[in-house]
């Protein structure tokens, strides 16, 4: 379907609510049944009739079916978080005694599910560098259900070949998600590729205004039916009618934001590439970058996320350079209005943490909002004079 079509009309019957434009927030927490027949039809079908906000909502409603399009699959769900979108997913395919093949660097709260939930509960997993799809076949055990890939991840970016992994994963019985949340569902469809569950944090780019926090979870109607009935509705962490009214007004803009991201880090990538404190880059269409051939196969853009390595010789100076920066904003998260950097030297030195970060104190990642590109340009051009 068209993204126009998807974005303007999918799910909104306007003739049910006077015509309204803007879809109405129907903050309810129950729905009347008119009778006894109504009743019964209901409870045989929680997910397509209203009941209870816990399951269904008409607001919700109409998230999800704009969603499942933008994803190519038949359905999908939204929840209170990306994480637990991503939690949802993975304990609804697995039981104790299972196992979990992961791609090394995913999501910190995704690492974490793994390591310390999943495994209290006898599921074990197995971290691969996803970059090379024998990893993955060598990880394999009989007892494997989940493949779990993150392509590309979300500071290195580094990818897995989404057609390979769903065509090893379908020959073993292995159900494929993965997090889409880098590219949003305008610039890759890993349900192309044959993965089972496409997940986002919405709370990126699909909301994109920074102020929700959303999960999605897109997939075959039996998938979100099991997934439903079970995660949904037992650990309850759903989506408030009010939140997916926010994110439905969010997603109208979402190629206007994502293409403009697109172009801005482009635009800034260029400038970096030639700056001679500039030590390494990483964007996945840079020409740089080691899979770029994979990259340009499989996605038609990346959108506004990358990371700079910079060349200096002190913490000082990379800590003055984080600090001359005065309209990029320090802060997690990315996908929003407003251009970002995470600066991996403030993960040195933390108090009360003894680990050190993996990766170097000269790393940065940026995220490129929607600002004049040339003005960003400025701020970082200026600032980088200090290192
Ligand atoms: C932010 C993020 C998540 C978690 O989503 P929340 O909405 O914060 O719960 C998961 N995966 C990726 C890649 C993310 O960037």
New binding site residues.
Partial sequence: MNINEILTHLGEDRAQYFHAIAPPVIQTSNFAFPNLQAFRESFADELGHHVYSRGNNPTVEILRRKLAALEKTEDALVFA???AA?ASAVIGNVKAGDHIICQESP?S??TALLRKFLSRYGVSHTFVDGTDIRNIEAARRPETKVLYL?SPN?MTFECQDLAACAAFAKAHGIVTMI?N??TSPLYQNPADYGIDIVIH????YLNGHSDV???VLCASKAMVQKIFESELMTLGGILSPHDAALVLRGLRTLPLRVQRSNESAHYIIDKLDKHPKVAQLWYPFHHSFPQLELAKKQMRGCGGLFSVQFKTDSMEKMEAFVHRLERFLMAV?WGGHESLLIPTIGFYNIPGRSTQPALPWTFCRFYIGLEDPQWLWEDLERAMEVL
Avoid at 201 to 204: A, Q
């Fill in positions: 978080s990306g994480a991503v999501y709260w995704t993150e979300t997090d949340s880098y944090s919405g709370t990126k926090v959303v999960g998260s």
